[in-house]
């Protein structure tokens, strides 16, 4: 959760001050200030769990590409806005969706940190459905745009709900949900969405996967070269 | 003061009263509802403090703050806790305050109109599709419109006035 939530903030991070329109700037700036604070109780818990004396920021800026558990998905670059919009909504479905079964983990600590955020995930998934429709439905290159988005992001969306042995383990004790489970609830979020956009759910159900294991694209090394510079190059640097 | 005479937390809530939120100077951290709970541990004060936005960059300048203003009335001994539970809600803010809010130009929550998950039902509340109405906090006109939900902080959101036209934060329910 944590990675994904950072890989994420930080990716939108990248519109302030080049947003198309200065709400949009705003708006966007403003979720990825919501991702990131999550960002800080996720790392925090898994610090506190893991017991070696790291620091949040130690395990934000102090980790390679083959030790983040972000999905795929987060770590694409932006592309134009539309992009970043229909990746934004593709996420929110499955980030309220997850949020929300987590509210009832049998982990304290975990449930504690859902209820939070599951409140600013909500405006996240108004928002972004909002665009989607306004710009799939809205001009012939909106529409094209938003469509062409949908097909180049579709193909990741299926990692969301894929599991592994850890998964399996933890669906178990109640502490997350079966990954799988959610598919449900995220299809009845995103496809009528995608219908009153107007835009055409791509066929095929191949799914990129491998950013759980920590095998990425090329991506997100570049992404942490920039992410981690300060830390890297200024090791302790506080300010 | 003699160590073993401590103020009671009724008289620090007092003086946390005064100390302003760094965002909106004019309600404090007590106003906000973030001051959670002030307890004595031994001779350590514990406050309690809780995040209104996850993401919030004010959170650190609050706990300088709440630690700068004890320390100025001489409690040298003291632990600021973060709790998420139970979360943050605008509906805290007191009755006082958003009096507060409004004069200064800022539209308070209106209770109950969080974001809840039913969200066409959310949507069509703030595009007009009932009688949710937020005031314009210079003319009172309820004739306004939402220009963003996401503002100049986490905590607003951007709304005009279309009677005076002026634009105006609305602070955002959660």
């Known amino acids: 959760m944590g990675d994904t939530t950072l890989v994420l903030g930080h990716r939108l991070s990248e519109w302030c001050g080049h947003g198309p329109v200065l709400e949009e700037d705003i708006g966007v700036a403003n979720i990825a200030l919501d991702l ?11 610090r506190e769990i893991e017991g070696r004396g790291r ?7 102090l980790r390679d590409v083959w030790d983040f558990r972000n999905v795929l998905l987060v770590e694409l670059p932006n592309g134009d806005f539309g992009q970043t919009i229909m990746r934004q909504f593709l996420f929110d479905a499955w980030h309220v969706a997850m949020l929300r079964a987590l509210t009832s ?9 859902a209820v939070k955020a599951i409140k600013e995930a909500h405006y996240h998934l108004e928002k972004s459905a909002d665009l989607v429709v306004r710009l799939g439905d809205g001009t012939e290159e909106s529409h094209r745009r938003m469509q062409a988005a949908l097909d180049i992001l579709w193909p990741y969306a299926g990692e969301f709900f894929l599991g592994d042995a850890t998964d399996a383990v933890l669906a178990e004790a109640g502490i997350a ?11 009845a979020t995103v496809l009528p969405v995608l219908a009153e956009a107007t835009l055409a759910v791509p066929a095929g159900t191949f799914a990129q996967k491998g950013g759980r294991r920590g095998i990425h694209t090329e991506h997100l090394g570049r992404m942490l070269a920039e992410m981690q510079f300060l830390q890297r190059a200024y090791p302790g640097a506080t300010w | 003061m003699e160590a073993h005479v401590r103020p009671s937390p009724d008289e620090i809530r007092g003086w946390l009263a005064e100390v302003p939120d760094p965002e909106i100077p004019v309600i404090s951290v007590v106003d906000l509802g973030i001051v959670r709970d002030l307890a004595w541990e031994g001779e350590t004060l514990v406050v309690t403090v809780t995040p209104t936005y996850s993401g919030c960059p004010a959170t650190a300048v609050i706990n300088f703050a709440i630690e700068d203003a004890l320390r100025a009335r001489g409690i040298g001994n003291l632990r600021i806790e973060r709790s998420l539970t139970p979360p943050w809600t605008s509906d805290w803010i007191g009755d006082a305050a958003r009096e507060k809010l409004r004069a200064y130009g800022i539209a308070p929550p209106i209770d109950g109109t969080a974001a809840d998950g039913q969200l066409l039902g959310r949507i069509g509340r703030l595009t007009g599709g009932s009688n949710l109405a937020v005031a314009c906090p210079r003319c009172g006109s309820n004739r306004t419109e939402r220009v963003s939900q996401f503002g100049s902080t986490p905590c607003k959101a951007s709304w005009r006035c279309t009677d005076c036209l002026e634009p105006f934060d609305y602070f955002k329910c959660i």
């Open chain 1, 177 to 187: 949900p079966d990954p799988a489970s959610l598919r449900s609830a995220w299809d």
């Open chain 1, 36 to 46: 990131i604070g999550q960002t800080q109780f996720w790392l925090g818990l898994a």
């Open chain 1, 55 to 61: 620091s949040a920021d130690d395990l934000a800026f």
């Open chain 1, 105 to 113: 983990s049998s982990e304290p600590r975990v449930a504690e940190i």
